[in-house]
Structures are given as structure tokens and as C-alpha cells.
């Protein structure tokens, strides 16, 4: 039987590491333990989810979306570009990259001139082998389905709501994709919990992948 893939840690490089497995807690609490960190970018492209709803709100919350398919394109990109990937797995970076950069491409033309611009990114060797490359597609994966669930809930604009979901459904299917090349479980439990953007954020500072941001927009969330 397969056993659950989950990210446990981030090395001390920067590289997003998972652990092969048995897992009895939530998919939150287990992520939760990333070392903390702070990015500028993440913590500015969001607003307090117990905030009145406002029109400002919902812009953070897709300009977080935004970074994050952001860092998921330039990924899979970058992978693809060194031409470190074969057979299955470059056949899945490629389709996968595809819907990434519509993503970036669906939420800029939503948010207009009020989009972020994109960060520059420095992944410090994960796209240089399958290996890494394998493990660290997992873990952006996971985390983007659980950081859109995460803040759904929170998106009074029926049009952006709109938006973040028809994305989060396709990332859940490359979650399943990639875990099932890593040998992993694609769903391993009836549910799926949300990810706040407070531990998305320090998940991704720890990394050390965003190098430089253009500009920061709102405050960051508070839970």
C-alpha cells in the first residue's frame, strides 16, 4: 500500500522537503511545523479574513493567488528549460506549466492594474534533477490547494470567487498527478483541510524561492 506523501520541513537550503510517511495528523497541523520566515510579497498581498468584506480585500486575496501560480509557473518553466525532466514526469511539467501560466494570465486580466507584478525567483537547484524537481512539485501542489481553500470563503466578489475556484479544482488534479508519479497516495483521506495564509507565507519565506519583489500593496492577514 502507498503511503502518504506530506511536506514535512524545508531544508536549510531553501528546498522544499516531504517525508514519505505515515501521517496521523491534519494536512495543517503537519505543514504548520515549516520553519518561520517572513516574505514581503505574501505578506503584503493579503487582508485580515476578519475584516469587513470590501472590494480591497478580495484584490489581496487574488494578488496572493497571483503569487503563488506566479512561483508555480516560473517552477515548472525553469524545469522545463534545462531540460532536466523525461518520459512522464516531463510530459506532466509541461501540461502542468501550461495551466499555470493561464492561471498567472487569468488573474492578471481579473485584477487589471491592480495586479502584483511577478517576483524573481531563485530555486536554488530544484530544477535541476527529476528528484527535486518531483519533491518540490508536490509540495507547491499541496500547498496550492490548500492555500485557495483557505481563502475562498473569504471572497465576497462573485467574479473573483469565480476565478479562484475554477482554479482550485484544476490544482487539486495536479496535486493528484504529481503525487501519483512520486509514488504517493493522490488523495489518501475523504477530506481536505484549508491552509491560512499565515502558514502559506511562512512556508514559502523559509524557502528562500522569492529573491526580490516589485512592490507591496495591503496588510497582511492577522490570522
Not at 520566515?37 to 469587513?52: H, I, R, V
Not at 511539467?93 to 488573474?107: D, N, T
Not at 507584478?117 to 518540490?136: I, V
Request: net charge positive; charged share 20%; aromatic share 8%.
Amino acid at each position: 500500500m502507498a503511503e502518504e506523501l506530506t511536506l514535512e520541513s524545508v531544508d536549510e537550503d531553501g528546498a522544499l522537503t516531504e517525508a514519505l510517511s505515515r501521517f496521523s495528523g491534519t494536512r495543517g497541523a503537519f505543514l504548520c511545523k515549516a520553519v518561520l520566515g517572513g516574505s514581503a510579497l505574501l505578506a503584503a498581498t493579503a487582508a485580515p479574513a476578519a475584516a469587513a468584506p470590501s472590494r480591497s480585500n478580495d484584490i489581496a486575496i487574488l494578488n496572493y493567488a497571483l503569487t503563488l501560480e506566479y512561483l508555480q509557473a516560473v517552477f515548472y518553466t525553469e524545469a522545463l528549460d534545462l531540460g532536466s525532466l523525461r518520459g512522464a514526469l516531463e510530459e506532466q511539467a509541461r501540461i502542468v506549466g501550461a495551466h499555470e501560466r493561464g492561471h498567472v494570465a487569468a488573474l492578471r486580466k481579473t485584477l487589471g492594474r491592480e495586479a502584483v507584478k511577478r517576483p524573481k525567483f531563485n530555486f536554488r537547484g530544484n530544477t535541476e534533477s527529476p528528484e527535486a524537481f518531483r519533491k518540490t512539485a508536490v509540495a507547491f501542489e499541496d500547498l496550492a490547494v490548500a492555500a485557495y481553500k483557505g481563502q475562498a470563503p473569504y471572497i465576497q466578489s462573485k467574479a473573483y470567487l469565480a476565478a479562484a475556484i475554477s482554479i482550485h479544482s484544476v490544482e487539486a488534479r495536479h496535486a493528484a498527478w504529481i503525487r501519483r508519479l512520486a509514488g504517493a497516495l493522490p488523495a489518501a483521506k475523504p477530506f481536505d483541510e484549508p491552509l491560512s495564509d499565515t502558514k502559506v507565507r511562512r512556508i514559502v519565506a523559509s524557502t528562500r524561492f522569492i529573491v526580490q519583489t516589485h512592490r507591496t500593496m495591503h496588510p497582511p492577514f492577522t490570522g
